[in-house]
């Protein structure tokens, strides 16, 4: 008997920059799926490659060109492949990289990944096809879902996209759009929907996440600490976390959930980007470094454990040493469990582009210089987890025979040695010891 089923075609996707677009990959293998598309690890076997792109930083979007080069002999070999580039790159540059690299087939914005099966029709069809539009339609709405497959401990769930706030360094509010909040309800069902297969921690994903501001279920908006209670209901969900937020929208009762809502991790990514009011100023950031320690302040009184991280960058335009020493005075004086550092890079079209740089050897200096406070810190704040008792969700087996690891409440990386663990248990543990990258602990409690 012949099998006459058609043979699935097969999709390589690599994905670049934050977790938005770990999130957009997902949907976009989906939306292939709905094609007869099945993921593949590796590029070789692919009768389609899509880049996923990040435009936040010239290397970060410089890399999509070399990786698609490496491309060539695959292309010659097989002239059926096609290849895509999606995310911010594909949005700021779209006939820009059909130009420049002309074995790319398809464009695709990240506010068009539901139009996907139809982009693949016309590439299959030989056409370029090319979609950079902000369409009105809400793209995740349209997009298919997978059957019910079993999913790992931890998922992203976007729930706001794109950002108002212009800082002057910043192309996101061009290669994402204004700011848009799904309604809450297409979210609670995606939760419980994630839950079902097995999903226990969710990370809310937004560029400005905490602006959060969805429609309800009786027609009025909800907040994100409105969500976070929402979520908090749900059965089987054991952990909520989000990510990335902005100082001027921390709400006192975003402030307060972090004290009340048991499920909220005591973690908080709220980059202030520099130490320097009159930096700030220029940066558009409107807010200033009192008022940024002032929240913090407020943010420890409701949750004294909770562990911070920020983004910071350095060098950017008229930065003098002064400013820079400021940016050194705040890592210290807030103590970031987590700090992601970066040399400023102009990025064409915002309003930082056109101003008086700093010398590219200044900015590595001081680069340099912030990266070691960071790691001395995060160092520091990893080893104050020793003796303490806190809860690990298993993600995976370890290097080690017998090992598991997870992530801590505070989202540090844990080893367990323990064979009786396994993925998707949480645990109550004692943190033994504070290694380079992670830290190892004993079950204290059985697993649920
Ligand atoms: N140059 C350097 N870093 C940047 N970021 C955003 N734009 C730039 C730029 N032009 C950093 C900010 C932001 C993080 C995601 O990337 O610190 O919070
Ligand atoms: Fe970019 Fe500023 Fe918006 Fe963050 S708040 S996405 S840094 S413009």
């Known amino acids: 008997m012949s099998d006459s089923s058609p043979q699935p075609k097969k999709l390589f996707i690599k994905t670049y920059g934050c977790q938005m677009n770990v999130y957009d990959s997902e949907r976009m293998a989906e939306a292939l799926g709905t094609q007869g598309y099945v993921e593949t690890g590796s590029p070789d076997d692919a009768d389609m490659i899509l880049l996923n792109t990040c435009h936040i930083r010239e290397k970060a979007a410089e890399k999509v060109y070399s990786e698609l080069g490496r491309f060539k002999g695959l292309k010659a070999a097989k002239p059926d492949l096609k290849i895509g580039v999606a995310g911010c790159v594909a949005q700021a540059e779209g006939e820009e990289i059909m130009r420049r690299q002309p074995l790319v087939d398809l464009v695709v914005g990240p506010q068009s990944y539901h139009r996907l099966p139809d982009l693949e029709a016309r590439a299959r069809g030989g056409e370029k096809a090319l979609d950079t539009e902000f369409p009105e339609e809400d793209k995740f709405n349209h997009l298919a879902r997978?059957?019910?497959?079993?999913?790992?401990?931890?998922?992203?769930?976007?729930?706001q996209e794109g950002c108002d706030k212009f800082c002057a360094f910043c192309v996101v509010p061009y290669t994402r759009g204004a700011e848009v909040s799904r309604p809450a309800e297409r979210i609670l069902t995606e939760a419980r929907d994630l839950v079902e297969r097995?999903?226990?921690?969710?990370?809310?994903l937004g560029q400005n996440v905490n602006a959060y501001h969805g429609a309800g279920p009786d027609?009025?908006?909800r907040t994100l600490a409105q969500l976070i209670w929402d979520l908090d209901k749900i059965d089987g969900l054991e952990r909520i976390r989000f990510t990335t937020s902005h100082p001027n929208d921390m709400t006192d009762e975003l402030i307060e959930a972090h004290g009340t809502c048991a499920k909220l991790m005591p973690y908080l990514h709220l980059p202030v980007q520099a130490g320097s009011d009159r930096?700030?100023?220029?940066?558009?950031?409107?807010?200033?470094?009192?008022?940024?320690?002032?929240?913090?302040?407020r943010i420890r009184a409701a949750r004294p454990d909770i562990l911070?991280?920020?983004?910071f960058i350095v060098g950017f335009p008229e930065e003098t040493e002064a400013d820079f020493q400021a940016t050194l005075d705040l890592v210290q004086e807030?103590?970031?469990?987590?700090?992601?550092?970066?040399?400023y890079s102009t990025r064409p079209g915002t309003p930082a582009a056109e101003r008086p740089q700093v010398p590219a050897a200044e900015a590595d200096d001081r680069l340099q210089r912030l990266q070691a406070l960071i790691t001395r810190d995060q160092r520091r704040i990893q080893d104050s987890m020793v003796g303490r008792e806190m809860s690990v969700l298993i993600e995976k087996p370890g290097r080690r025979d017998g090992q598991m690891v997870g992530k801590s409440d505070y989202l540090h990386a844990v080893h367990i040695e323990n064979a009786d663990l396994k993925q998707g248990d949480l645990v109550p543990v004692r943190i033994l010891s504070s290694g380079a990258n992670?830290?190892?602990?004993?079950?204290?409690?059985?697993?649920?």
Request: hydrophobic fraction near 40%; charged fraction near 25%.
């Open 279 to 297: 930096i700030l100023k220029r940066m558009n950031r409107s807010h200033t470094v009192d008022s940024y320690l002032r929240l913090i302040e």
């Open 146 to 159: 997978r059957p019910k497959a079993k999913r790992a401990p931890t998922a992203f769930l976007t729930v």
């Open 334 to 343: 807030v103590g970031y469990g987590y700090a992601y550092s970066f040399k």
């Open 438 to 448: 992670s830290l190892a602990a004993e079950a204290i409690g059985p697993a649920r």
């Open 198 to 204: 097995g999903v226990r921690e969710i990370t809310l």
């Open 308 to 311: 911070m991280s920020g983004d």
């Open 219 to 221: 027609g009025g908006d």
